[in-house]
C-alpha cells in the first residue's frame, strides 16, 4: 500500500463551488504540506502543518482553508473554487526528528479542474 | 531566502548520451538540497539528496549530482541516458525553519531514439 494517499485522483468541478481534497499518510511522520503544479512554475507551498495544532500559511494560501484531523491526515479545501485554482495538487509528508531528514515523500496527486 | 533556478526548460538527448541537468540556488545557510523525478501521471520521487558530507551524490537509476558551494550549482548527471530516463525533473533546496522545499520550476527531459 503507498504510504501517502490522495483521495479523490481527479475532480472536474464548477466555478464557485466548495471542495476537499484528502490527504493520508501511513509513514507517521509530524509534518504534512499541500503544494499547487501549474506547468512551468514548479510546485508551490499552499499550507504545512506539524503537528494536529500547528498550521502555517504557505506561499499561496489565499482561497485556500485546511484541516488536520489527525496525524495522519492533512486536508485541503477551497471554499468557492474559481478557474485559477485549475491544478494538480500535492501532499507530501517529512520526518522532523531525523537530522537532516527534510526530505519530502508526496503522494500521486489530485488533479483539479474548475469550469 | 532561498530560490533555485533550473536552466532550461526542456532538453533533449539521445538515447546513450550524457544527461546534464543544471540547478542553481540561493541560500542563506548551508543547503539541503535535492532533485526529484516525476513521471507522467506520477507524484515526485527522490532521486537524490545533498545534506552534509561528500559533495558527490550518487541517487537512484545511476543519476548523481555534484554540490558546488563556490559555484551555488546542484546540476544532475547520467553518463548515458535511456528512453525511460523521460521525465520532469525538479531541483529543490530545504526552505527554512518551516522545513518545506523550494522548487525550481523544472526541466523536461526528452530521449530520442
Known amino acids: 500500500d503507498a504510504d501517502v494517499t490522495q483521495t479523490p485522483r481527479n475532480r472536474i468541478t464548477k466555478t464557485g463551488k466548495r471542495i476537499m481534497l484528502e490527504c493520508s499518510q501511513t509513514k507517521g511522520h509530524d509534518r504534512m504540506y499541500w503544494y499547487r503544479q501549474d506547468p512551468g512554475l514548479g510546485l508551490r507551498l499552499i499550507y504545512y502543518?506539524?503537528?494536529?495544532?500547528?498550521?502555517n500559511k504557505g506561499e499561496i494560501s489565499d482561497g485556500y482553508s485546511v484541516s488536520r484531523q489527525a496525524q495522519a491526515k492533512f486536508s485541503l479545501s477551497l471554499e468557492s473554487a474559481i478557474p485559477n485554482q485549475t491544478a494538480l495538487y500535492f501532499c507530501?509528508?517529512?520526518?522532523?526528528?531525523?537530522?537532516?531528514?527534510?526530505?519530502?515523500?508526496f503522494g500521486p496527486g489530485t488533479r483539479l479542474t474548475v469550469l | 531566502a532561498q530560490s533555485v533556478t533550473q536552466l532550461g526548460s526542456h532538453v533533449s538527448v539521445s538515447e546513450g548520451a550524457l544527461v546534464l541537468l543544471r540547478c542553481n540556488y540561493s541560500?542563506?545557510?548551508?543547503?539541503?538540497l535535492f532533485w526529484y523525478v516525476q513521471y507522467p501521471n506520477q507524484g515526485l520521487q527522490l532521486l537524490l539528496k545533498?545534506?552534509?558530507?561528500?559533495?558527490l551524490v550518487k541517487g537512484i537509476n545511476g543519476f548523481e549530482a555534484e554540490f558546488k558551494k563556490s559555484e551555488t550549482s546542484f546540476h544532475l548527471t547520467k553518463p548515458s541516458a535511456h528512453m525511460s530516463d523521460a521525465a520532469e525533473y525538479f531541483c529543490a533546496v530545504e526552505g527554512g525553519s518551516q522545513g518545506n522545499l523550494i522548487f525550481g520550476k523544472g526541466t523536461k527531459l526528452s530521449v530520442k531514439p
Open positions: 502543518s506539524f503537528d494536529v495544532k500547528d498550521i
Open positions: 545533498y545534506t552534509t558530507g561528500a559533495t
Open positions: 541560500s542563506s545557510v548551508p543547503p539541503y
Open positions: 507530501a509528508t517529512s520526518d522532523a526528528d531525523k537530522p537532516g531528514a527534510f526530505e519530502q515523500f
